[in-house]
């Protein structure tokens, strides 16, 4: 058995249904390659090899004909024994196209009339192309307004990967049919008219190039995008399940209809039964299928075994806070990730996965005095995770974020919200538990606080707004020349701000440098203290201007007690970076051996300055935070 038969290949069809002028170009080009053409498909067109010669070609168009024929109507017939007498032997037919060959030079057109070429097109493309292309439109909208429909918030939309991909294959395949009418439409319009007033017949034109785009991008969504989503470990595994069911459903139904037809016309059903029998098995599967993946996504969604889950109770929590509504929630009683050995050392190991699935060995001395418990009660809760996690509470903590952010001029956001906007060298790990942002919220409501009134709103003017986004990780690569994890870090969306703080100790001072990156813009643009900036650098020295690089920088010349120059050697990456280390320091209390040198001093004083000159502060009788380790404090006195 032959695994590759030279003798045939076969090929994409890149040329429109109408563009006969293209395709006979094509095809007459291939013959003087030694490929003839031996049938045209709606995607693969098929060729035999031959010896190369020079061929014609003509592409005509039969509207009488139809898919759903048993077999050719006779005057289509009448009309190839026509052609063959003159020469033009049928090589293939695709519904209406009508594809001819003749080994003749001179051969005599089939056709010579323009006006009537025109016609004998429209009515194809009418009957065919033109209607397929209006109902995948038609089909396009209504799905993708299925899927806005079935996401309460624009947050769901886009948190839905399921959704979004189905919104781009829509949304692509609408396209595409789009602009085959578009191009059909203008082509035609042009063409009647050449044909009418000139007597020639206009060529139509295929964009290859966006055929091939549209290829590819189809082949990515199901070669890669639809494989990735699947996979997913952020994917349930009835959601999975349900994904699943409905391709494989969907590819049953296309069977189907196309079986359906193919009997018929085995069976000599007329095109008219045939195509109004396809049809309503076209509608009534669809509206089957749609209901069973409705009702499967329901139940799942009600039934908590089909997702996994063991045992689950449902309960009631009291109104919170005091005057809101009672809140239902669901509590699985699911095995738990956890085993526990006793070594003969006396140690306790602890087995746990994080939310990544990945394993953390913890050891407990149970010898240990310090962790004696006299307690002997058994304490339960709800257990809450990232897909369950305590909707009230989040409710309740986004309340409170938007107090903050309405008194600071800000946007606090918590939870998917946070994640929403990433940068390209940085992913971020979503925080869900609502202790978590409860005191992040109270600090971050103290340091705000720590602000003149009208600061923030200043600096954040430059910008359309400043969100603050709290996370529980930000995770960087090396490829993209970014630290593997940050504290926090500040960067632009369109005219947007965003500063990301991951949640911990390490957010005050986080929260602070990033908020200098947000400031610097208002202070370079209305001070000139920073602008000799270099010059109190040591003699000789140069910034990394990279943010790896200084992971490997040695520094301690600069870093000196009585001589230091800068906080660490990541202030030696960037001048910006320089500055917003001092601001966060200078913030944070515990630091006066910091800035007891004289170099760090001046840099301090300078960076103090900039920021009473660019705010209006210069008048100020108030020591600010970012001032409390000045020597000689700045505070106005009236002299």
């Given at each position: 058995?032959?695994?590759?038969?030279?003798?045939?290949?076969?090929?994409?069809?890149l040329?429109?249904?109408?563009?006969?002028?293209g395709?006979?170009?094509?095809?007459?080009?291939?013959?003087?390659?030694?490929?003839q053409?031996?049938?045209?498909?709606?995607?693969?067109?098929?060729?035999?090899?031959?010896?190369?010669?020079?061929?014609?070609?003509?592409?005509?168009?039969?509207?009488?004909?139809?898919?759903?024929?048993?077999?050719?109507?006779?005057?289509?017939?009448?009309?190839?024994?026509?052609?063959?007498?003159?020469?033009?032997?049928?090589?293939?037919?695709?519904?209406?196209?009508?594809?001819?060959?003749?080994?003749?030079?001179?051969?005599?057109p089939?056709?010579?009339?323009?006006?009537v070429?025109?016609?004998?097109?429209r009515?194809?493309?009418?009957?065919?192309?033109?209607?397929?292309?209006?109902?995948?439109?038609?089909?396009?909208?209504?799905?993708?307004?299925?899927?806005?429909?079935?996401?309460y918030?624009?947050?769901?939309?886009?948190?839905?990967?399921?959704?979004?991909?189905?919104?781009?294959?829509?949304?692509?395949?609408?396209?595409?049919?789009?602009?085959?009418?578009?191009?059909?439409?203008?082509?035609?319009?042009?063409?009647?008219?050449?044909a009418?007033e000139?007597?020639?017949?206009?060529?139509?034109?295929?964009?290859?190039?966006?055929?091939?785009?549209?290829?590819?991008?189809?082949?990515?969504?199901?070669?890669?995008?639809l494989?990735?989503?699947?996979?997913?470990?952020?994917?349930?595994?009835?959601?999975?399940?349900?994904?699943?069911?409905?391709?494989?459903?969907?590819?049953?139904?296309?069977?189907?209809i196309?079986?359906?037809?193919?009997?018929?016309?085995?069976?000599?059903?007329?095109?008219?039964?045939?195509?109004?029998?396809?049809?309503?098995?076209?509608?009534?599967?669809?509206?089957?299928?749609?209901?069973?993946?409705?009702?499967?996504?329901?139940?799942?969604?009600?039934?908590?075994?089909?997702?996994?889950?063991?045992?689950a109770?449902?309960?009631?929590?009291?109104?919170?806070?005091?005057?809101?509504?009672?809140?239902?929630?669901?509590?699985?009683?699911?095995?738990?990730?956890?085993?526990?050995?006793?070594?003969?050392?006396?140690?306790?190991?602890?087995?746990?996965?994080?939310?990544?699935?990945?394993?953390?060995?913890?050891?407990?001395?149970?010898?240990?005095?310090?962790?004696?418990?006299s307690?002997?009660?058994?304490?339960?809760?709800?257990?809450?995770?990232?897909?369950?996690?305590?909707?009230?509470?989040?409710?309740?903590?986004?309340?409170?974020?938007?107090?903050?952010?309405?008194?600071?001029?800000?946007?606090?956001?918590?939870?998917?919200?946070?994640?929403?906007?990433?940068?390209?060298?940085?992913?971020?790990?979503?925080?869900?538990?609502?202790?978590?942002?409860?005191?992040?919220?109270?600090?971050?409501?103290?340091?705000l606080?720590?602000?003149?009134?009208?600061?923030?709103?200043?600096?954040?003017?430059?910008?359309?707004?400043?969100?603050?986004?709290?996370?529980?990780?930000?995770?960087?690569s090396?490829?993209?020349?970014?630290?593997?994890?940050?504290?926090?870090i500040?960067?632009?969306?369109?005219?947007?701000?965003?500063?990301?703080?991951?949640?911990?100790?390490?957010?005050?001072?986080?929260?602070?440098?990033?908020l200098?990156h947000?400031?610097?813009?208002?202070?370079?643009?209305?001070?000139?203290?920073?602008?000799?900036?270099?010059?109190?650098?040591?003699?000789?020295?140069?910034?990394?201007?990279?943010?790896?690089?200084?992971?490997?920088?040695?520094?301690?010349?600069?870093?000196?007690?009585?001589?230091?120059?800068?906080?660490?050697?990541?202030?030696?990456s960037?001048?910006?970076?320089?500055?917003?280390?001092?601001?966060?320091?200078?913030?944070?209390?515990?630091?006066?051996?910091?800035?007891?040198?004289?170099?760090?001093?001046?840099?301090?004083?300078?960076?103090?300055?900039?920021?009473?000159?660019?705010?209006?502060?210069?008048?100020?009788?108030?020591?600010?935070?970012?001032?409390?380790y000045?020597?000689?404090?700045?505070?106005?006195?009236?002299?």
């Open positions: 058995m032959k695994l590759f038969d030279r003798q045939k290949k076969r090929e994409i069809n040329y429109s249904y109408y563009d006969h002028a395709i006979v170009r094509h095809l007459e080009d291939m013959a003087r390659q030694g490929w053409l031996e049938k045209a498909g709606s995607v693969f067109w098929t060729y035999r090899r031959c010896k190369p010669a020079e061929l014609r070609y003509a592409v005509v168009y039969f509207s009488k004909a139809s898919q759903f024929d048993p077999e050719p109507p006779a005057e289509q017939r009448e009309f190839w024994e026509l052609c063959k007498a003159t020469g033009w032997e049928l090589v293939t037919n695709r519904y209406q196209m009508q594809i001819f060959r003749n080994p003749a030079p001179d051969a005599i089939i056709e010579t009339d323009p006006v070429q025109v016609e004998n097109v009515a194809a493309m009418k009957k065919g192309a033109v209607r397929g292309n209006w109902c995948m439109v038609f089909c396009a909208l209504l799905q993708i307004w299925l899927q806005f429909r079935s996401a918030t624009i947050r769901d939309l886009l948190l839905s990967t399921f959704t979004l991909l189905a919104i781009l294959i829509w949304l692509m395949l609408g396209i595409k049919a789009v602009v085959e009418l578009i191009g059909y439409y203008r082509w035609y319009r042009k063409a009647r008219t050449a009418e000139e007597g020639v017949l206009l060529s139509p034109r295929t964009r290859k190039w966006w055929q091939i785009l549209q290829i590819l991008g189809l082949l990515v969504i199901f070669t890669v995008d494989p990735l989503l699947l996979l997913s470990p952020s994917l349930s595994p009835s959601t999975r399940m349900v994904i699943l069911v409905s391709f494989f459903c969907y590819a049953v139904l296309l069977l189907i196309y079986g359906s037809r193919q009997l018929m016309k085995k069976k000599g059903f007329s095109a008219e039964a045939n195509m109004g029998l396809n049809i309503l098995i076209a509608i009534v599967g669809t509206f089957v299928l749609m209901g069973g993946l409705i009702w499967m996504s329901f139940r799942v969604a009600d039934d908590p075994g089909l997702r996994g889950h063991v045992n109770e449902t309960r009631t929590s009291p109104a919170y806070p005091a005057g809101d509504t009672e809140h239902t929630y669901t509590v699985y009683h699911d095995p738990l990730p956890l085993t526990v050995e006793e070594s003969a050392d006396g140690w306790v190991y602890f087995l746990l996965y994080n939310n990544d699935g990945r394993p953390v060995i913890y050891r407990w001395d149970t010898a240990a005095l310090e962790f004696a418990v307690d002997t009660e058994v304490y339960t809760g709800p257990y809450y995770s990232n897909q369950e996690p305590d909707y009230h509470g989040l409710v309740w903590c986004e309340y409170y974020a938007r107090t903050i952010g309405d008194t600071y001029g800000v946007e606090v956001l918590l939870w998917e919200d946070a994640n929403l906007v990433q940068p390209w060298d940085y992913n971020f790990e979503t925080e869900y538990l609502v202790p978590v942002f409860k005191r992040e919220l109270d600090w971050l409501n103290e340091r606080a720590n602000f003149p009134e009208g600061m923030l709103e200043a600096a954040v003017s430059h910008f359309s707004s400043l969100k603050i986004c709290l996370v529980r990780e930000i995770i960087g090396a490829e993209s020349g970014s630290v593997s994890r940050a504290n926090g500040q960067f632009m969306n369109g005219t947007d701000a965003y500063i990301v703080l991951a949640a911990g100790d390490t957010s005050e001072k986080a929260l602070y440098h990033e200098y947000v400031m610097e813009t208002h202070i370079l643009g209305n001070s000139i203290a920073l602008d000799q900036w270099a010059k109190l650098n040591p003699v000789g020295f140069e910034y990394d201007y990279d943010y790896l690089a200084n992971a490997q920088r040695d520094g301690s010349e600069f870093l000196q007690p009585d001589t230091r120059s800068f906080v660490d050697t990541y202030s030696m960037y001048p910006k970076e320089d500055r917003a280390r001092i601001f966060e320091y200078a913030m944070t209390a515990g630091n006066e051996p910091l800035f007891a040198a004289s170099p760090l001093q001046y840099k301090l004083k300078m960076l103090c300055q900039g920021i009473r000159e660019a705010f209006g502060l210069k008048k100020s009788t108030e020591n600010f935070p970012w001032e409390q000045l020597n000689q404090p700045m505070a106005y006195t009236g002299k």
